[in-house]
């Protein structure tokens, strides 16, 4: 989870909402549409998977940023896990 939150926080607009165990909150400003996203990560020790669920505040289609961002962070976490296992 160390290096999901910290992948997190290199995003811009970025704001940890709340971070305890397995479970990492976070809100995502958009530039575009000035609308804050929420993206609830939960770690799954037995599967050792992430689980990820994201909802915007405001019923307002984005053009696919939040997903694009969501997409972002899974790829950069996959590069660094990746390259912790080397």
Known sequence: M???R???KR???SKIIFNENNLLV???KSWFSKTKDV???EYDKEEELIHVCSKSDFEFF???M???RIEKI???FEKKELCRTR
Do not use: Q
């Open 2 to 4: 160390e290096i999901l």
């Open 6 to 8: 910290k992948n997190v």
């Open 11 to 13: 995003i811009r607009n």
């Open 26 to 28: 976070v809100e995502f």
């Open 39 to 41: 993206a609830l990560f």
């Open 62 to 64: 984005d053009l696919g």
């Open 66 to 68: 939040n997903r694009a």
């Open 74 to 76: 899974r790829w950069n």
